[in-house]
């Protein structure tokens, strides 16, 4: 009997199976994704006797560099590289250009991007922003003085000893108590400004003239809206976004 009973449990242990089917009811977890190959990235600026190839030939090669150059052409000639201007290259994890631009000058940006298999060039333009300010001050050293005293800069100064040169001698003639007032047209890019002045001069009166384009008295496209200094401007603010010029 104990011996039919050992047989019995040998024989069930050998009726089950070694190893059972997985659970189905087990949450499946998806394959990691492969990580992201990162982006090379070359940035800087033109450096004296640099060339393109000296460069970029190390990064793109002379296959590379002759894609890009050939692309570029039918808008800039890149042989034609200026000191100081920023230039960017990003490559893909081929080693392939992806992007590259060249600030041609403050206003143009050359672009060269790939498109499919080939690249395509732009030229991104931007223009100023302009904005009329006005400008007075008294003089009581110098000219430069008084300019600076303005909340302006010395280039200020040189515009105007420039358009007067003929009409005054600004090293012996002005006299302490001389008094100024301008109208600037200066043009914004990037929050930095690049200005054109006109001047208004005593005749009787105070009239504006603009030297630049010859004009005495100034058209009417100068539009003055204040006058006085530079503490003046902070009454435009409301009106900025909101004044309306009706031509009748």
């Known amino acids: 009997m104990r011996r039919r009973t050992l047989l019995a449990a040998l024989g069930l242990l050998l009726l089950l199976p070694s190893s059972f089917p997985p659970r189905t009811d087990a949450p499946i977890l998806p394959d990691p994704l492969p990580a992201a190959q ?3 990235v070359l940035r800087g ?4 006797n640099a060339t393109l190839e000296s460069v970029l030939g190390e990064a793109l090669g002379p296959q590379g560099l ?3 150059v050939q692309t ?3 808008l800039y000639d890149l042989a034609r590289l200026t000191v100081g201007q920023p230039f960017h290259l990003t490559l893909g994890p081929d080693g392939l250009l992806t992007t590259f631009s060249y600030g041609i000058d ?8 790939r498109s499919g298999d080939g690249l395509e060039a732009e030229i991104l333009t931007r223009t100023y922003e302009v904005r009329v300010e006005r400008a007075a001050g008294v003089i009581t050293s110098s000219l430069f003085g008084a300019v600076t005293d303005a909340g302006e800069e010395d280039q200020l100064a040189l515009d105007l000893a420039a358009i007067f040169e003929w009409d005054v001698d600004f090293n012996t003639e002005l006299q302490k108590g001389d008094s ?4 600037l047209e200066k043009l914004y890019l990037d929050g930095r400004f690049y200005y054109h002045a ?7 009166d105070w009239i504006a003239v603009d030297p630049t384009f010859d004009q005495l008295p100034a058209d009417a496209a100068h539009l003055p809206i204040a006058t006085g200094g530079l503490a003046r401007q902070v009454e435009l ?3 900025i976004g909101r004044l309306k010029l009706e031509v009748l």
């Open 72 to 74: 570029a052409r039918p």
């Open 198 to 204: 006109w001047a208004e001069v005593y005749l009787n």
């Open 66 to 68: 002759y894609h890009l």
């Open 106 to 113: 403050e206003l143009r940006t050359l672009t060269v991007k």
């Open 180 to 183: 100024f007032r301008l109208a």
């Open 38 to 40: 990162p982006l090379t």
């Open 45 to 48: 600026t033109i450096v004296r």
């Open 237 to 239: 603010v409301p009106l």
